[in-house]
């Protein structure tokens, strides 16, 4: 097999991944629902910063990165589910620096809408950890999509060459 040919292959998922992909859209809704029943039931975790933009900051890119798993799994292909990803990336990080100068959360109530016996498994993330992953979320998501944007740029040439033989 030439290389070519192993290329594209990799670019087709298989029954398996695409499920999993299903699995990771599953997962961030959850996390959308995670941080909704924070706002609606007022723990404590949101401040009186957080306005309307600070919403959208926060629950935007977690919409937004659904698209490319939903693509990945619809399509069988990964090459045509960079540019969705890539738009995540940088929604992301946009989100997160504006969350991360405002900084409207307060991590001490961030377990608070867990079973009190669950609670350990996000007690120990303070408002540094949270600062420390918003700017790691910043500089990946930047770096992330113009890698994936390089990608499918690259790849859509050895695709279409290895289907056409």
């Not at 030439?2 to 990799?10: S, V």
């Not at 540094?128 to 790849?155: E, N, P």
Request: aromatic share 14%; charged share 15%; net charge positive.
């Amino acid at each position: 097999m030439n290389m070519l040919t192993e290329k594209a292959n990799k670019e087709i998922l298989s029954p398996t991944a695409r499920w999993a992909e299903l699995l990771i859209v599953a997962a961030l809704l959850l996390l959308f629902v995670f941080f909704a029943y924070h706002q609606f039931t007022n723990t404590g975790f949101f401040t009186s910063k957080f306005g309307v933009f600070e919403m959208v900051c926060l629950y935007g890119p977690i919409l937004v990165s659904c698209s490319a798993p939903l693509v990945r799994a619809l399509t069988r292909q990964r090459n045509i589910a960079r540019p969705f990803e890539a738009a995540g990336d940088l929604c992301l990080a946009c989100g997160s620096l504006w969350l991360l100068m405002i900084f409207p959360f307060q991590y001490a109530h961030f377990a608070d809408v867990l079973p009190s016996a669950l609670r350990f498994i996000l007690a120990w993330v303070t408002d540094d950890v949270a600062k420390i992953v918003l700017a790691l979320q910043v500089i990946v998501g930047i770096g992330s999509a113009f890698a994936l944007t390089w990608q499918y740029l690259t790849r859509r040439g050895w695709v279409a060459y290895a289907a056409g033989r």
